[in-house]
């Protein structure tokens, strides 16, 4: 698969999971369904226990991230959200 293949993938998936069913309550309410699920998927191209802490290093380190560049992640959920 080519770039812009997975770029249309992560975009279709991007509209599934936005539409999937929120069911928090109160005021824990940050991330968007969209953000979850595409972490979620992330994870799985990484070897890192903490996908958060992961990501963090790389942004640190390269100035940039693969939940943003690559999975289109716009806020990655903190560890206790995943």
Known sequence: ???????????CFRTVAAGL????TGDNCFFEMADFALSAF???FTQCPSFL???????????RNNARSLFQ???IPTDNHT
């Open 1 to 11: 698969m080519n770039a812009r293949g997975f770029d249309r993938l992560i975009g």
């Open 21 to 24: 069913p929120d069911r928090r």
């Open 42 to 44: 992330a994870v799985f």
């Open 53 to 63: 802490s992961f990501q963090r290093i790389m942004e640190q380190a390269r100035g």
């Open 73 to 75: 992640v716009e806020r």
